[in-house]
């Protein structure tokens, strides 16, 4: 790797500091960057946060946990000393003014040091709370005004429902410039995800079949093993349509369903994405549950292990009504996908851990060959997998080996690890990189938080004014609620497993 000629100096300060993200993704991101040297010689990053730690401290906490999460592996000394350095530490309330006045100081006296004005990004690794008090502080200390020079970077959730996202986004908007306000979702960092662009667009194979007259329908999967693990207070509160659907599925679906770009500008990118999801069928609320499906785990047995039910987990109300699974189907007006079906579907505590697309193409017009010779037929079929092996399969039909004629499905596999044999980066690598690069092609933009917002919000209200009955209703270890079975059986089709 070369280090970009235009990345210039560089301050990260980091709100939420002493928090689980900053330990576990954040900070590691960071030092695999400065090990791989894609940060300028002069960057420097300034923790800030309520918990008290002397410089030397807050350094040596940051190594246990980069030991711990890095993809590297433990740190060696001269590499962690030479990143170590860039660091310092403010301890202070989010709405403490004095903490901003030393923030001030401190960044004005890099400058001097440097002799140079260095780039800000500011970035919001808190509870959602403390979003708006930061960006006002900020604000009221001078420090959003120069939109070539600062950034902001939020966390999701970015609101709770179309009326508080469209909030924030008034917050902001009154004291950074949309182009300074980068909206993470750490899936669009993901390098199969990115794929997505290269595979549609840097390949005459696909493009012209990927539409309603060659797609039947399209799935797409974010299952996970884990519950609720230490965030059963935040989860409650938030359930599998707004922590999921909401950024995660939905930044997907725009991904597979936009239309090609002029250029990879961000925002011609973003403009596709913004497009698809206006494109999207409201669902009328008399007909939500024939679209959607809400379910949540019990006690149950994975991986040979006996594991709780999602109300004995710590932090969750004992009789909560919290989704931990969902499962829905959306359709899209426009010409390339009129009637083509995208199903959704995500959950905790299912079989495996699996993020994928499958795009399912409709069968052959005409079957030539007699019933005999056809062993398993299966329609063509792309798997895109996002993890947690990253890679794409290509399902077609061959003839098998033999003196008969006996036609089977076969698979064409590619894989990062096979083909490249090296480690993958980092979602958050990439996002930050990125960020501090000034490209918000993997960020979401204001338009788009809240046009996502809408697609729910009939769904929000219809589950907040009819109280499930009958929670739990999957077993911890089983691939959710029968109802999310029916709602593709009804259409003729089976949720795809590979």
Not at 308 to 325: A, K, N, Q, W
Not at 409 to 438: N, Q, S, V
Request: net charge neutral; with cysteine; aromatic share 12%.
């Amino acid at each position: 790797m070369t280090l970009p000629s235009h990345l210039k100096p560089m301050v990260i300060v980091i709100f939420g500091a002493s928090g689980d993200l900053t330990e576990r993704k954040i900070v590691p991101a960071l030092y695999n960057l400065f090990v791989d040297k894609w940060l300028s010689e002069c960057f420097a990053v300034i923790g800030f946060a309520r918990t008290h730690f002397t410089e030397t401290s807050f350094r040596q906490h940051l190594r246990k946990k980069v030991d711990r999460f890095s993809l590297r592996g433990k740190t060696n000394d001269r590499d962690w000393h030479d990143f170590a350095s860039h660091f310092s530490y403010i301890s202070g309330h989010y709405d403490d003014s004095a903490a901003y006045t030393a923030l001030v100081n401190h960044l004005s006296k890099l400058d001097k040091t440097w002799h140079t004005y260095a780039n800000h990004t500011f970035y919001l690794a808190t509870p959602p709370e403390g979003f708006e008090a930061i960006a006002k502080n900020l604000g009221k200390a001078g420090l959003s005004h120069d939109p070539q020079r600062t950034r902001i970077i939020i966390e999701k959730p970015f609101g709770r429902d179309l009326v508080s996202a469209h909030g924030l986004n008034q917050i902001l908007s009154s004291l950074f410039q949309e182009s300074q306000i980068y909206r993470i979702d750490h899936y669009l960092g993901k390098e199969t995800v990115q794929n997505i662009l290269a595979f549609r667009f840097a390949n005459a194979l696909f493009e012209p079949i990927w539409d309603r007259r060659y797609i039947d329908h399209i799935q797409i999967t974010v299952a996970e093993e884990v519950g609720v693990e230490h965030r059963g207070g935040y989860y409650d509160q938030s359930g599998a349509l707004r922590d999921m659907i909401q950024n995660h599925l939905l930044q997907i679906l725009c991904l597979i369903a936009m239309e090609p770009p002029v250029s990879f500008n961000d925002n011609e990118i973003r403009n596709k994405k913004v497009d698809v999801l206006h494109a999207i069928r409201p669902i009328p609320k008399d007909q939500v549950h024939r679209f959607t499906v809400r379910g949540q785990y019990g006690a149950g047995c994975l991986q040979g292990l006996r594991v709780l039910g999602y109300r004995e987990e710590t932090g969750v109300d004992p009789d909560s009504i919290t989704e931990t699974f969902v499962a829905l189907k959306l359709l899209v007006d426009n010409w390339r996908w009129q009637d083509v079906p995208f199903y959704l579907r995500t959950g905790k505590r299912l079989p495996a851990k699996v993020s994928e697309v499958s795009i399912q193409f409709r069968p052959v017009p005409h079957q030539s060959f007699p019933s005999t010779s056809v062993k398993d037929w299966q329609a063509n079929r792309i798997v895109i997998h996002i993890q947690p092996e990253e890679g794409i399969n290509l399902r077609f039909q061959i003839k098998q080996p033999g003196l008969i004629m006996l036609v089977r499905p076969a698979d064409m596999r590619f894989t990062y690890r096979e083909a490249f044999r090296k480690p993958i980066h980092e979602a958050y690598e990439t996002l930050l990189l990125d960020a501090m690069l000034g490209d918000a092609t993997l960020f979401m933009r204001d338009d788009q938080v809240e046009a996502a917002w809408s697609i729910l919000v009939p769904i929000l209200e219809v589950w907040e004014s009819i109280v499930p009955d009958h929670f739990p209703n999957y077993e911890a270890g089983t691939w959710g609620p029968e109802e999310a079975k029916q709602l593709l059986e009804r259409d003729g089709r089976h949720w795809i497993t590979t």
